[in-house]
């Protein structure tokens, strides 16, 4: 899966604008904490989707900025 394909938004580009840890934004969205997006169970497995306009609204970033990644923008990815 891309991560911004003008639809939706992967995970991964979200923790990365976030700053956060995936954990962070899959609980978040699962429990319906995070507004942004939504979690499905489909059988034993998690789907997400991510508005990139509610998240942008979110996180007060300019929508323009998900096509590409500025490390003057964007804190320090956390990976698990």
Known sequence: M???NGKHLSVIK???IMGKLQQ???VGLQRGLLTFGTALKMSSMWTYYI???Q???YVSVDE???NGRNSDHFPPV???
């Open 14 to 16: 979200a923790v990365e």
């Open 55 to 57: 998240f942008c609204e």
């Open 2 to 4: 891309s991560e911004y």
């Open 78 to 80: 956390h990976k698990i």
């Open 51 to 53: 508005s990139p306009k």
């Open 24 to 26: 962070f934004v899959r």
């Open 64 to 66: 323009k900025i998900l």
